[in-house]
């Protein structure tokens, strides 16, 4: 990431407050589904994006904020969805 703003000749994206990235690793409960631990994060993300947002929620950001999903992929190094 340090080296991003040379090899990519552009700003570095490690001060933009709009650039998020964030990784979980876990592991689903026997009765947690895929399809529910995704609506699950995502709503907690979307939660987490708009308290971060504070008093400048517009509809645009509402908007914008509502799109914004999680994705869930399988380990490597285990079976089965992490």
Not at 3 to 25: C, K, V, Y
Not at 46 to 63: I, M, S
């Amino acid at each position: 990431m340090a080296l991003q703003p040379r090899l990519m000749r552009e700003a570095s994206i490690l001060g933009d407050r709009n650039t998020m990235w964030l990784r979980l690793i876990g592991r689903l409960r026997p009765d947690v589904t895929r399809a529910l631990a995704l609506t699950r994060t995502n709503e907690l993300f979307r939660r987490l994006v708009t308290e971060e947002a504070g008093g400048k929620v517009t509809p645009d950001t509402k908007t914008a904020i509502a799109k914004l999903a999680t994705e869930l992929v399988p380990s490597r190094r285990f079976s089965g969805w992490c």
